[in-house]
């Protein structure tokens, strides 16, 4: 039993006779190390990024919407008013939207118009609620409009924005597009350039009117559920034909199957550094047991066995590798907290939705990683380590 850690702690000594043994060793201790600080960090960005994303594109495009499923109907006051019943702890925002284009002198800019219930949405959407609260939209034909938009036109509040509706009216002998004039008065801000662009929020009175539209009727529902995945199947069941669920995940389930194929992509190649650094082990171990075949052999006819000889080269890859992967962990560990806390990266807010590195690393892919990188160290010490219990003792000890 002494045998084992005595010769882990020889062979672990600088050899001056072969000073690339050892060297070999430190790039393997190093290699293991750094690729797993790499792959540890990596992966946070990686989620901190979904994570980012998906927070905002959640919060404008709602947990689950209720549409028509032709283009030709609508949904009516009195099918709101029986999932309100049917659902009391569902919060439902019914609302009416229109493509509309918006025009502040010669400038025009293309968007979508919805029209709200204020305080409905406002429990729905967190943005709208904070551009809501402490706004004074208090007349039926205010606006509010997204950041992007206020800035394109340079607009101040209690500013007149004229926009320009689909719907056709008679003028003369031929048609033109519905116009009406709307105070500006509010500004949203969700961080997205797609929302804030084009988003514009008015009350489902004022919308209604130029639209020419019947009260009672609407063109959809924003729903709020403790459990969106679940609840939208109790939402399905409960509707009509002619009505569809959707939730905010299948109308951007490309883009998160592309963030998660990325992310796995990234792991995987991430993975092959630590398994490249852990060659690294190998060759190490195999030219320590090719230097150490006469004393190896010595220990063999004076009765040790080959178990004790196979667990000590695997002991010896073992701790070069382990060390390397707590130190890498530590190196990780380290490198999030210092990108958490302090701002070394700074990001486009216009491009990225945030100005700070988003980092979150969870439990799962931090396990996944580090148990990862200690089977591929283990793995890696198994060949050398039966490599030395293959040795010939006579012809060895006859020759060398």
């Known amino acids: 039993m002494k045998l084992v850690p005595y010769l882990v702690r020889k062979y672990l000594r600088f050899d001056r006779s072969q000073p690339f ?3 070999s060793a430190i790039f393997a201790f190093l290699g293991v190390s750094i690729g797993l600080m790499v792959l540890i960090i990596s992966m946070a960005i990686m989620n901190g990024t979904a994570k980012e994303f998906k927070d905002r594109i959640s919060t404008m495009s709602y947990p689950i919407t209720i549409l028509p499923t032709s283009l030709d109907s609508n949904i009516y006051k009195a099918e709101l008013e029986y999932l309100r ?20 002198g010669k400038e025009m800019e293309g968007g979508i118009i919805f029209g709200v219930d204020f305080e409905s949405e406002s429990k729905i959407n967190k943005i709208i609620k904070k551009a809501y609260i402490g706004s004074d939209i208090n007349s039926t034909f205010d606006i509010m409009l997204g ?7 340079s607009l101040i509040k209690g500013d ?3 926009i320009l509706f689909t719907k056709m009216q008679p003028g003369g002998f031929s048609t033109m597009p519905t116009m009406k004039r709307f105070t500006y008065k509010a500004k949203f801000d969700s961080g997205m350039q797609a929302y804030d662009n084009a988003y514009l929020y008015t009350s489902i009175d004022a919308l209604r009117r130029v639209l020419g539209l019947k009260g009672g009727s609407f063109s959809g529902i ?14 399905q069941k409960a509707l009509p ?14 883009l998160f199957s592309a963030m998660a194929l990325e992310k796995k992509a990234l792991f995987i190649v991430l993975m092959l550094i630590v398994l490249v650094a852990s060659l690294n082990i190998i060759s190490s171990l ?4 090719m230097n150490r075949r006469r004393e190896i052999a010595l220990l063999l006819s004076l009765g040790a066995s080959k178990k004790e000889i196979k667990n000590a080269f695997f002991m010896l890859g073992s701790v070069i590798g382990g060390a390397g992967v707590l130190f890498g962990t530590f190196l990780g560990l380290l490198g999030l907290y210092i990108l958490s806390n302090f701002d070394i990266i700074k990001l486009p807010a216009d491009v990225y939705m945030t100005s700070k590195l988003p980092i979150d690393l969870s439990m ?3 396990l996944s990683i580090f148990f990862g990188a200690i089977f591929i160290v283990l793995l890696s010490s198994f060949y050398p380590a039966k490599k030395a219990t293959q040795i010939d003792v006579l012809e060895t000890l006859r020759n060398e």
Do not use: A
């Open 364 to 366: 799962v892919d931090f």
């Open 147 to 153: 950041k992007g938009i206020v800035d394109s036109f």
């Open 160 to 162: 007149k924005v004229t």
């Open 85 to 104: 019943q049917k659902f009391p702890n569902f919060i439902f925002s019914p609302y009416i939207d229109s493509q509309v284009i918006i025009k502040m």
């Open 241 to 254: 034909s002619h009505l569809g669920v959707i939730g905010w995940w299948q109308q951007n389930g490309n």
């Open 222 to 235: 924003h729903v709020s559920t403790p459990n969106p995945m679940k609840d939208i199947k109790k939402i």
């Open 21 to 23: 043994i050892t060297i």
């Open 286 to 289: 195999l030219m320590t047991v």
